[in-house]
Protein backbone atom coordinates (compact mmCIF):
# COMPACT_ATOMS: atom_id res chain seq x y z
CA UNK A 1 0.00 0.00 0.00
CA UNK A 2 1.37 3.48 -0.99
CA UNK A 3 0.74 6.52 1.43
CA UNK A 4 -0.79 7.92 -1.51
CA UNK A 5 -3.62 5.13 -1.65
CA UNK A 6 -7.04 6.12 0.00
CA UNK A 7 -6.90 4.75 3.27
CA UNK A 8 -9.59 2.66 4.76
CA UNK A 9 -10.79 1.78 8.41
CA UNK A 10 -9.96 -1.69 7.48
CA UNK A 11 -6.56 -1.27 5.97
CA UNK A 12 -3.39 -2.72 7.86
CA UNK A 13 0.19 -1.29 8.14
CA UNK A 14 3.00 -4.12 8.95
CA UNK A 15 5.44 -3.22 11.24
CA UNK A 16 8.55 -4.15 8.78
CA UNK A 17 6.45 -1.29 6.54
CA UNK A 18 6.52 1.29 9.42
CA UNK A 19 10.23 0.62 10.64
CA UNK A 20 10.93 1.35 6.99
CA UNK A 21 9.29 3.87 6.54
CA UNK A 22 10.47 5.87 9.82
CA UNK A 23 14.04 4.50 9.24
CA UNK A 24 13.49 6.44 5.29
CA UNK A 25 12.08 9.45 6.78
CA UNK A 26 14.60 9.54 9.58
CA UNK A 27 17.05 9.93 7.33
CA UNK A 28 15.82 12.31 5.06
CA UNK A 29 15.15 14.52 7.37
CA UNK A 30 18.79 14.40 8.86
CA UNK A 31 20.10 15.20 4.95
CA UNK A 32 17.95 17.93 4.64
CA UNK A 33 18.40 19.40 8.29
CA UNK A 34 21.62 22.47 8.24
CA UNK A 35 24.21 21.51 9.48
CA UNK A 36 25.68 23.15 12.87
CA UNK A 37 28.95 24.42 13.53
CA UNK A 38 29.91 23.84 17.03
CA UNK A 39 32.36 26.14 17.17
CA UNK A 40 30.31 29.15 16.81
CA UNK A 41 27.70 27.80 19.66
CA UNK A 42 27.75 28.75 22.84
CA UNK A 43 28.07 26.35 25.22
CA UNK A 44 26.31 26.07 28.45
CA UNK A 45 28.06 22.20 29.11
CA UNK A 46 30.67 22.67 31.07
CA UNK A 47 34.16 20.11 30.34
CA UNK A 48 35.08 17.54 32.98
CA UNK A 49 38.11 18.72 35.12
CA UNK A 50 41.23 15.96 34.63
CA UNK A 51 42.40 15.52 38.32
CA UNK A 52 45.59 14.05 39.21
CA UNK A 53 44.02 11.10 41.25
CA UNK A 54 44.10 7.40 41.09
CA UNK A 55 40.76 5.96 40.23
CA UNK A 56 39.51 2.61 39.75
CA UNK A 57 35.99 0.76 39.48
CA UNK A 58 34.67 0.76 35.79
CA UNK A 59 32.82 -2.82 36.04
CA UNK A 60 29.44 -3.95 37.88
CA UNK A 61 31.09 -8.18 37.04
CA UNK A 62 34.71 -7.69 37.86
CA UNK A 63 36.08 -6.99 41.47
CA UNK A 64 38.01 -4.20 41.35
CA UNK A 65 40.29 -5.38 44.22
CA UNK A 66 41.40 -8.94 43.06
CA UNK A 67 39.99 -9.03 39.64
CA UNK A 68 37.71 -11.91 39.74
CA UNK A 69 34.84 -11.63 37.49
CA UNK A 70 31.69 -12.59 39.07
CA UNK A 71 28.04 -11.21 39.71
CA UNK A 72 26.17 -9.95 42.62
CA UNK A 73 24.24 -13.21 42.84
CA UNK A 74 27.99 -14.84 43.12
CA UNK A 75 28.81 -12.47 45.97
CA UNK A 76 29.50 -9.62 44.86
CA UNK A 77 28.55 -6.52 46.83
CA UNK A 78 28.04 -2.89 45.88
CA UNK A 79 30.99 -0.69 47.50
CA UNK A 80 30.13 0.63 50.82
CA UNK A 81 30.46 4.27 51.05
CA UNK A 82 32.85 4.17 54.39
CA UNK A 83 34.73 1.70 52.02
CA UNK A 84 35.41 3.95 49.29
CA UNK A 85 36.10 7.11 51.63
CA UNK A 86 38.48 4.45 53.28
CA UNK A 87 40.64 3.64 50.35
CA UNK A 88 40.62 7.21 49.38
CA UNK A 89 42.09 8.16 52.62
CA UNK A 90 44.54 5.29 52.92
CA UNK A 91 45.77 4.60 49.91
CA UNK A 92 44.60 7.97 47.82
CA UNK A 93 42.75 5.82 45.33
CA UNK A 94 39.26 6.81 44.43
CA UNK A 95 36.53 4.12 43.63
CA UNK A 96 33.30 4.88 41.35
CA UNK A 97 30.27 4.67 42.86
CA UNK A 98 28.50 1.53 42.51
CA UNK A 99 31.88 -0.07 42.42
CA UNK A 100 31.55 -3.86 43.29
CA UNK A 101 33.71 -6.24 44.67
CA UNK A 102 33.49 -9.83 46.44
CA UNK A 103 32.02 -9.58 49.77
CA UNK A 104 35.02 -10.98 51.55
CA UNK A 105 36.90 -8.06 50.76
CA UNK A 106 34.20 -5.77 52.71
CA UNK A 107 33.57 -6.28 56.98
CA UNK A 108 31.36 -4.07 58.60
CA UNK A 109 30.94 -1.64 55.87
CA UNK A 110 34.58 -1.29 55.61
CA UNK A 111 37.22 -3.14 53.74
CA UNK A 112 38.91 -5.68 55.51
CA UNK A 113 42.79 -5.09 57.02
CA UNK A 114 43.97 -7.56 54.50
CA UNK A 115 42.16 -5.79 51.66
CA UNK A 116 43.30 -2.47 52.62
CA UNK A 117 47.05 -3.91 53.09
CA UNK A 118 46.71 -5.08 49.33
CA UNK A 119 47.17 -3.37 46.20
CA UNK A 120 43.99 -3.31 44.01
CA UNK A 121 44.33 -5.56 40.96
CA UNK A 122 41.60 -4.48 38.75
CA UNK A 123 41.79 -1.32 35.75
CA UNK A 124 43.53 1.89 37.63
CA UNK A 125 43.88 4.72 35.98
CA UNK A 126 46.31 7.74 36.57
CA UNK A 127 43.89 10.22 36.54
CA UNK A 128 40.55 11.19 37.01
CA UNK A 129 38.11 13.59 35.02
CA UNK A 130 35.06 14.56 37.34
CA UNK A 131 31.74 17.10 36.16
CA UNK A 132 32.45 20.76 38.16
CA UNK A 133 29.26 19.92 40.02
CA UNK A 134 30.78 16.68 41.45
CA UNK A 135 33.68 18.78 43.02
CA UNK A 136 33.43 20.90 46.41
CA UNK A 137 35.51 23.14 47.96
Known sequence: ???TDKVRDKDVVHNSCRLKYTA?????RLSTSPKRNPQHEPSDKKSPVQLN??????????????????ARSEG???IPGKAIMQQFINKNTLLKK???CCN????????????L??????????TTYME???ISR
Do not use: W, Y
Not at 56 to 69: E, P, V, Y
Not at 104 to 115: A, D, L, N, R
Not at 117 to 126: E, V
Open 24 to 28: ESAAA
Open 53 to 70: IKSAGLSHTICLICNRKG
Open 117 to 126: SADIQGKLRS
Open 98 to 100: NSR
Open 132 to 134: PEQ
Open 1 to 3: MLL
Open 76 to 78: FVT
Open 104 to 115: THISEGKFSPET
